[in-house]
């Protein structure tokens, strides 16, 4: 059996849909213009892929002097032309890659590339102009000004059904918008990004946006709650965030499930532990309950490792409790390179000890193919559909920018155990 760091080899590159975020809590979804992440390691002035995965779990250094060059840094991750695919290097003269001055995302090597590329850039012009203030606000999550904070839901989870009744619970955002919206990090960061400070307006849609795919997260948990029929008001439950990794981790606090004792006001007990061979270390990484915490908050905890292995090593010697639920963000089924390697041990446990699970995906893409590995492993599909509380903010096919965004926990699929006819069979 692997290690409980399963060690990668030097020359991994990411594969074309799998995402990856940065210390700095900056996305991108990986890669298919040849020679982008090199691009990307000279400019963290890092030599190889481990050097990157060393410093986003602190064991190594990031080349930034401030944070004007952290966001140059990034902002140069972008620089190709997004009509032939272009990088600065391969032109005479690297500064004439210019960008679209609509969206300030999207770069072109020359007019003639800009003029090609319009008829299909213009359909995607006013969502990447969002992608690029929204990539910047996310910085403020890993600050702590953001996510705002929220009111206890005044009606049963049941009956709030989409984003407008979340948000028709909230009362007025503005005087909890209005601090971090003057406060000194936004500041810092328009002085030190890479384009000018938007329109107001503009900045407080991008805020909920980057807030959304926050909430989406212990939203999605709620949900996979609801699907299971668990009470949360009769007993403790404990959910497995399986294949939990730096989007969840990265500068995790314990408080970031809290949206969960809103949602269950008064509950008895919830327990988030978080289980992936690319669990960053933080506050989160401590061990798992034994016994109940306090009544009406959430505990979250974090495991480094494959899901098999913590089964193995820690809830089969009853050092944790045993699942009421296992929810997994993106898995990314379609991006492992062969299931065998690290999601279908965690699938077989899954089935064969019948937990109720929940995975979300990105897009209808990755919905399908989820499907169809979850098929072929006659898994009992229970219910599947576009998630009500879906991220609202776009993600850009960082090397395709061109291509309809993806959004964060868009889909869902419930599943449990083995097909009633593969049963019958056994
Ligand atoms: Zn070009
Ligand atoms: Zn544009």
Redesign the pocket.
Known sequence: MAGPDPALPDSFTPSSSSVYSDQFGFYSLDCNVPGLSKVILDKLNMKDYKDYRAALEGKGKVGFRSYKEMFQNLEDTYKF??????LPVSLPDPKALKRCIKCLNVY???K???K??WSLHKKFCKTLHAVSIDRLVEWLVHTGDLPFATEVWSRPAKDVRCWDDWVSMQGDLTPRLEPILSGKNMTDLWTNGCRPRPEEAELRESVWRVCSEFFSRPLAIGLGIQETRLDPYSRPLTVHLVGAGHDETLGARVTDMDELSRMFPGHQGLEVVMVGPEVVQGPIMRPPLRAFGPRGRVYISAYKGLYHQFWEEVVEKGEAAKPDLVVGFHPGFHASQGLGEGWLPTLLLLRDYSIPSMFTMYNDAELTYSLQILNELEMDVKDTGPNPFSSQKPEQVQTSPNKPPSYCNAFYIYFQGLLETQQEEE
């Open positions: 032309c997004a009509c032939c695919s272009k072109y090597c020359s003639d590339c800009q090609k590329d």
